[in-house]
């Protein structure tokens, strides 16, 4: 059993878009976040959403780009991805936890991953 499990990965063109979702099968969770590592970088946070007041927050790199929304009653999260652009191109992982640990771009504020689905743009 693993507590979260993302799908909606794939290959796109540059100016493209994707959605991808995290579905929480275990545990209800209190803020959702996504996470995005390419190759020989660190993991970076791009994403999160609290479940309680919806209030999000973006990484500046994709402001204006992607929109993080939960559907409760799924215990879904949800990335979409528009104009996409070749330094996209990352695995991307879900991250969640029941607890509010630290800022929410620190991977060490999560205890609960995904596997990972990987996102490829091409220019």
């Known amino acids: 059993q693993v507590p979260l499990v993302e799908s909606g990965g794939g290959s796109v063109q540059a100016g493209g878009s994707l959605r991808l979702s995290c579905t929480a099968s275990?545990?209800?969770?209190?803020?959702m976040a996504w996470f995005r590592q390419a190759p020989g970088k660190e993991r970076e946070g791009v994403a999160v959403?609290?479940?309680?007041?919806?209030?999000?927050s973006y990484a500046d790199s994709v402001k204006g780009r992607f929109t993080i929304s939960r559907d409760n009653a799924k215990n879904t999260v949800y990335l979409q991805m528009n104009s996409l652009k070749p330094e996209d191109t990352a695995m991307y992982f879900c991250?969640?936890?029941?607890?509010?640990?630290?800022?929410?771009?620190?991977?060490?504020?999560?205890?609960?991953w995904g596997q990972g689905t990987q996102v490829t743009v091409s220019s």
């Open positions: 959403i609290y479940t309680g007041s919806s209030t999000t």
């Open positions: 991250a969640a936890d029941t607890l509010y640990r630290g800022r929410w771009y620190e991977k060490n504020a999560y205890n609960s």
């Open positions: 275990r545990y209800r969770y209190n803020i």
